[in-house]
């Protein structure tokens, strides 16, 4: 299995920019296709952005396609998520996921870091 750390969140103004990082650690993070997901209070987990093995096939929700981009470094173990031009609907937990299959559903992943609280205020 794969265990999963967060980081990079934080207090934002909107308009600004936050790059979140994800470590994993235990089998070959390559293995495994990636995600982020996030959940706002009172809201469900809703699914963010993913990203294949490689690296070469990515996949955005619409309310943050063109604004965020995810990427990874699978010699560093750690998929990133950059975040451009926030806004305060954007305020969230944000969690990374990892599985061997990729898709849109949060119960499709079976690996999840602790999350890391990204707050945009207006």
């Known amino acids: 299995q794969v265990q999963l750390v967060e980081s990079g969140g934080g207090l934002v103004q909107s308009g600004g920019s936050l790059r979140l990082s994800c470590a994993a650690s235990?089998?070959?993070?390559?293995?495994?296709?990636g995600a982020w997901f996030r959940q706002a209070p009172g809201k469900e987990r809703e699914y963010v952005a993913a990203?294949?093995?490689?690296?070469?096939?990515?996949y955005y929700a619409g309310s943050v396609k063109g604004r965020f981009t995810i990427s990874r470094d699978n010699a560093k173990n750690t998929v990133y998520l950059q975040m451009n031009s926030l806004k305060p609907e954007d305020t969230a937990n944000y969690y990374c996921?990892?599985?061997?299959?990729?898709?849109?559903?949060?119960?499709?992943?079976?690996?999840w870091g602790q999350g890391t609280q990204v707050t945009v205020s207006s």
């Open positions: 996921a990892a599985d061997y299959g990729l898709g849109f559903r949060s119960e499709k992943y079976a690996y």
């Open positions: 990203i294949s093995r490689s690296g070469g096939i990515t």
């Open positions: 235990g089998r070959t993070f390559s293995s495994y296709h």
